[in-house]
């Protein structure tokens, strides 16, 4: 895939791609780049002042005469020196552009130097005319530091990517027959077991068989609070280790890691072009031949009022040099390489920009419930003794103690919920499952059994008031002696965080809807909880599909989520195809965006990001072209009759300084995601 080329982007000087994935070749050689430019600004610098001095023209302006035999050769030494080292990037970056036949920036400004340089050079040796080497020199001094601020810059966008990149440790430590090896990171192999100590950074994917420790994952996931991890759950290479040791068995390492797909995917997103990066290139490319034409065109009419080869020359300078579509050649891209790395260290994964930047266009999002909307697993939202003789504590853990023989998502739930709250479990005896109905005991000498609704009315024992609330909930119920002494309520829980992003996108009138295959009636709970503009329940993977269509046949912007497996037709159906959840594994391939958390306010951060960046692509564009149209006019000598003339010099300061300002409002999407 071609990497998006700006105007200038072709020239060795000017790669603002991404650094690979291994090593930092591609980074260095930008560092060497910068370093080139700073050396080059400042020898040429330091050749100016004496070339300003010798200038005849500052002479008369300042009336001092400072001439003395042969002045004028030393003068058109010092300017060649300049011309030929200090100009020497963008005559380079002139000629490749005639190769590639795509003459734009780089030939504006070699041309302008160029032309300013032979015919100061034919005035020395004879020629009638004023010589301009001093123009020429702060010419050149201005557009390399521009070129030097400006790839400062463009390296800005990739160091949230180098970040990602330098994730990994050089290092890791191999246990071989009880021995431990740090052998180089590149020579670990899949099943290899490893040690991870405390504080380190895990070298590779993998799953631990010994130990536990709360790992910290915010850099690839975006999720600041540390996570527990122990036996047989996974670890992402790149995640930093807390306090505990861990021994981890390697499941992926080198291209075929998380991160590694993660940085690869970035750099995919970077290079593939967006409407908008089209058109800012057509742009840029109208721009170079507009501003050749106009250059010839000012040249030509200045002679023809009469006025001198030099007054002409000059304007016909500044038109070129004012006009380098540099602006416009950044505007875009630098946005792009920015947004797509910054999103990346926040779990949003960009896989295709043009819906990315659509996405400030959504009006409806279909949510798939499980996991995104409600955390996918049954936890306890009420628990009630109807008995003097338990507090509603002792009622828990008596069911509890029951439960942790079954594999039902029930017990998970009332499990999850003692070990919350630290309870002790009583001892049980004589363990037997009910079919059907629920699970029943012996705890301390007294027959206990957990059980449904159903048993209860088998026999004959009246529901208590108060038991059923929501209609989300499944209600389990706690017999002791044949005595009903309580119940439990269980509900697949609502996310806290998806009522705040329900609001952000009600905020930015987006319809949510939510297409779910469990049943009408918890459908219809969670749908009224969170005040949702509609639900579909008991819906097949299939089915989606065909809900995305009816909302786009009905004029909507459709964004969908689903976990990137079985909902694969329905992603790609819609406009943007939202891939939740997916973790650590990337290969979501129908999906357009991918989110490493399934959390629903990364959704409305998506949004609200996908604007901003719009935002500062519609700004960048305007400012760069607004700026050519006021200062082409004024570098054609438009207001010469009224004594106002922009001189070379002052005409590159502007372009430069134009430049600069599209990159420095490109770096402050950076705080966008953060705020």
């Known amino acids: 895939m071609e990497h998006p080329k700006t105007p200038h982007q072709h020239h060795q000087h000017h790669q603002t791609s991404t650094p690979a994935p291994h090593g930092q070749a591609g980074h260095d050689h930008h560092r060497m780049m910068i370093a080139d430019f700073k050396q080059r600004f400042w020898i040429a610098l330091v050749l100016t ?41 963008f005559i380079k970056g002139f000629f490749e552009e005639l190769k590639d036949r795509s003459p734009g920036m780089m030939t504006l400004i070699a041309m302008a130097i160029s032309i300013a340089y032979f015919y100061s050079a034919a005035t020395t040796f004879g020629l009638p005319g004023e010589s301009f080497y001093w123009e020429l020199a702060t010419l050149i001094v201005i557009m390399l530091v521009g070129h030097w601020i400006e790839m ?24 071989e027959e009880g021995q431990v090896v740090d052998i180089p990171l590149e020579d670990l192999k899949k099943d290899d077991l490893i040690l991870i100590k ?20 915010a850099m690839l996931t975006g999720e600041s609070a540390p996570v527990k991890k122990g ?39 970077q290079k593939t072009k967006s409407k908008m990066q089209n058109l800012s290139d057509r742009a840029a490319k109208w721009l170079t031949f507009v ?14 009022l009469g006025h001198s080869f030099v007054f002409a020359l000059e304007r016909m300078v500044t038109v070129m040099v004012i006009s380098c579509p540099h602006a416009l050649g950044l505007a875009i891209p630098l946005v792009v390489a920015i947004s797509t790395a910054v999103s990346a260290q926040h779990g949003l994964l960009i896989r295709n920009r043009t819906a990315f930047e659509e996405s400030r266009k959504i009006t409806a999002l279909v949510f798939d419930k499980t996991g995104t909307l409600t955390k996918g697993e049954f936890g306890v939202t009420r628990y009630e003794s109807l008995t003097k003789a338990l507090n509603k504590d002792e009622l828990l853990a008596l069911a509890g103690a029951l439960e942790q023989r079954s594999e039902h998502p029930i017990a998970s739930g009332i499990g999850h919920k003692i070990k919350q709250l630290d309870l002790t479990i009583p001892a049980v005896e004589n363990f037997a499952a009910i079919t059907g109905k629920g699970v029943q005991a012996t705890v301390a ?23 059923f609330g929501s209609a989300a909930e499944t209600v389990v119920f706690v017999i002791q002696e044949d005595q009903l002494v309580g119940y439990i309520a269980l509900a697949d829980e609502i996310r806290p965080e998806a009522a705040q992003a329900i609001q952000t996108f009600k905020n930015n009138h987006i319809k949510v809807f939510m297409a779910t295959g469990d049943n009408d009636t918890v459908g219809k709970a969670v749908s009224e909880e969170l005040g949702l503009d509609g639900y579909y329940a008991e819906v097949l993977p299939d089915q989606k599909v065909q809900i995305v269509k009816d909302l786009q ?50 959704i409305a951060k998506l949004i609200l990001f996908g604007k901003a960046t719009y935002r500062k692509m519609i700004q960048n564009l305007a400012w760069a072209t607004g700026y050519n149209v006021i200062a082409i006019p004024l ?16 005409g590159a300061v502007l372009m430069s300084l134009s430049t600069i300002i599209v990159a420095a409002n490109a770096q402050l999407l950076n705080r966008e995601l953060k705020e």
């Not at 000498?445 to 038991?467: C, E, F, H, R």
């Not at 046949?553 to 969908?560: D, H, I, K, L, T």
């Not at 406009?575 to 357009?592: C, H, K, L, Q, R």
Request: hydrophobic fraction near 50%; charged fraction near 15%.
């Open 49 to 89: 002042l004496p070339i300003v001095l010798l200038s005849p023209m500052i002479q008369q302006w300042f009336s001092f005469a400072w001439q003395f035999p042969g002045s004028k050769y030393v003068l058109f030494s010092l300017a060649s020196i300049v011309y030929f080292y200090g100009g020497w990037p």
């Open 152 to 175: 400062r810059s463009v390296l800005g966008a990739s160091k949230a990517l180098e970040l990602l990149v330098s994730m990994m440790p050089a290092e890791a430590h191999k246990m």
């Open 198 to 217: 405390p504080g380190e950074k895990v070298p590779a994917d993998g799953i631990i068989t010994e130990g536990e420790s709360y790992l910290n994952e």
């Open 231 to 269: 036996a047989s759950e996974k670890v992402i290479g790149g995640s930093i280790n807390g306090n505990g040791s861990l021994t981890v068995k390697v499941m992926h390492t080198g291209e075929d890691s998380y991160l590694n797909k993660v940085i690869t995917m970035v750099q995919e997103a």
């Open 291 to 304: 501003a050749l034409g106009a250059g010839f065109a000012t040249l030509a009419i200045w002679i023809l």
């Open 445 to 467: 000498g007294k027959a206990v059994k957990v059980v449904s609704p159903g048993y209860l009315s088998d026999a004959g024992i009246d529901l208590p008031d108060g038991a």
């Open 553 to 602: 046949a009905q004029g909507e912007f459709v964004a969908m989520t689903g976990d990137g497996v079985n909902d694969a037709p329905a992603l790609a159906q819609a406009n943007v195809g939202i891939a939740v959840g997916s973790g650590t594994d990337v290969a979501a391939e129908t999906a357009d965006i991918i989110l490493v958390n399934s959390n629903p306010q990364d």
């Open 635 to 650: 570098a054609m000598g438009i207001l010469a009759p009224v004594g106002f003339v922009l001189s070379p010099a002052v």
